[in-house]
């Protein structure tokens, strides 16, 4: 069965570098998403993308996140200057249709900032 | 905004036995889902229920909704040792794309 895959699995970083969350997508799906999961806490939605931009983006993505399709089967998340507030498990995610029907997640990269 | 909540949060029964989770939610929606995730794994769509919809079967998943209550409920069935992980209901509202999680449910089925 297709997935979706991510890397890398953990990613370790100091506190104000930069990052970048890799997914690939299934390869017929349209619609693509990043999700994450501050430990303890709910499974929060960050950003939509569809048709090369931004559909939709939550009050957590502000201007240190930003998001990109760079050859046609990457989808990244990047975080410019991460914070310690960071730290999360970073779920990626696809659907085929419009985005809010069933959506097929990655096993996500777990960040831990320093 | 639009959040599901689970209840009860920690579950714990024998295999054979059925395992039945809550969700409530605040708003209206457009549907509701339901997640299951292992430890360690992503979210696995489990199924999809309308607000048109009352009750949904898929295998041994019974999922009903009461939108009059903004309840939902997950039902599993002749649970077995891999069921064990936890669940997650999930609203969608009309007119945005985003699924709203709750917290989970962590369901452990003992052998």
């Known amino acids: 069965e297709p997935e979706v895959t991510q890397t890398p699995s953990h990613q370790v970083t100091q506190m104000g570098q930069e990052v970048i969350l890799r997914c690939v997508p299934i390869s017929n799906h349209l619609y693509f998403y990043w999700y994450r999961q501050i430990l303890g806490q709910k499974v929060e939605f960050l950003v939509s993308?569809?048709?090369?931009?931004?559909?939709?983006k939550s009050e957590i993505f502000d201007d240190q996140f930003s998001v990109e399709r760079p050859d046609g089967s990457n989808f990244t998340l990047k975080i410019r200057s991460t914070k310690l507030e960071d730290s999360a498990m970073y779920f990626c995610?696809?659907?085929?249709?419009?985005?809010?029907?069933?959506?097929?997640f990655g096993s996500g990269t777990q960040l831990s900032v320093l | 905004s639009q959040q599901g909540e689970e209840d009860p949060q920690a579950l714990s029964i024998q295999e054979g036995e059925n395992a039945t989770m809550n969700c409530s939610y605040k708003t209206s929606i457009n549907n509701l889902q339901w997640y299951r995730q292992n430890s360690g794994r992503g979210l696995v769509h489990l199924i999809l229920?309308?607000?048109?919809?009352r009750e949904k079967h898929s295998g041994r998943l019974r999922v009903t909704l009461d939108t009059s209550k903004k309840s939902s409920s997950l039902l599993i069935t002749a649970s077995r040792a891999a069921d064990t992980a936890s669940y997650f209901c999930a609203t969608v509202s009309y007119g945005n794309n985003r699924l709203a999680f709750g917290k989970g449910n962590q369901v452990v089925v003992i052998p």
């Open positions: 229920i309308r607000s048109n919809e």
């Open positions: 993308f569809y048709n090369n931009e931004i559909s939709e």
């Open positions: 995610a696809s659907s085929e249709w419009q985005g809010n029907e069933k959506l097929f």
